[in-house]
């Protein structure tokens, strides 16, 4: 976990210190909460790195069921299939709230790849990472229950998408809704509340309406 927020990190500074060169190949985009960042086979021809805000990646199903299969906040990149060569887009992103973003076309992060070893190994970990996380999503589906499906997904937000702000050995995670949590693990919020309480009770979260206080350790003792 400690690994993915060190190269998200790495590609965020990088970013940042690449726009000039970016530039060109990227634009800022604003949306606001519940507008569609992309959909369904729409062009699959750049990734997005989150300047503020938080966005959802779902897959939609021929009946029209929406599945979360990713959680993203500031400094996260999603839309990465592009590298791929995916040309069209296989799932959608929504806006879960006010969010700005950089949309860098793949020609540019092409260009920039092949100047710049470290970008390209900072933007190659996370692509990796994101597969890892599809993988272990799967394999949690399938055999874990949903109290150890929720502590895993709290695990991974208090490591990857936490905000700065610690507290003692805990991590904050601003905005994550019980039904957001619910659908991304495969459950219902009726059935995810109640744990969020157990969890609570036995110190390894806190939370109120605003944000989610994360303690990793006590997560991990649970998981073991």
């Known amino acids: ?5 060190v190269c998200c990190a790495d590609f965020c500074s990088l970013i940042q210190s690449r726009i000039p060169d970016l530039k060109p190949h990227s634009s800022r985009l604003s949306f606001r909460r519940g507008d569609v960042i992309y959909q369904v086979d ?7 790195w989150i300047e503020s805000g938080r966005a959802k990646v779902v897959r939609i199903s021929a009946e029209g069921q929406e599945k979360i299969v990713g959680l993203y906040g500031a400094g996260d990149v999603f839309g990465e299939l592009c590298l791929c ?3 069209r887009r296989r799932d959608e992103a929504v806006a879960l709230e006010a969010l ?15 100047r710049t070893p470290e970008f390209s190994q900072a933007l190659l970990r996370i692509v990796c990472q994101r597969l890892l996380d599809y993988q272990e999503q799967v394999a949690t589906l399938s055999f874990d229950t949903v109290s150890r499906r929720l502590a895993k997904e709290l695990l991974r937000l208090g490591g990857a998408q936490a905000d700065t702000a610690f507290e003692k050995d805990g991590r904050m995670a601003t905005g994550w809704t019980h039904e957001e949590l619910a659908n991304l693990i495969g459950s219902t919020r009726e059935v995810v509340t109640p744990l969020m309480n157990q969890f609570r009770d036995k110190g390894m979260i806190a939370y109120d309406r605003r944000a989610i206080m994360i303690f990793p350790r006590r ?3 649970f998981l073991k």
Not at 1 to 5: A, D, R, S, Y
Not at 42 to 48: E, I, L, Q, R, S
């Open 1 to 5: 976990m400690g690994e993915k927020v």
């Open 42 to 48: 729409d062009p699959a021809d750049g990734v997005f």
């Open 85 to 87: 060569e995916v040309a």
């Open 100 to 114: 700005e973003l950089l949309s860098i076309h793949v020609s540019g992060l092409m260009k920039m790849m092949a």
């Open 219 to 221: 997560i991990q003792e």
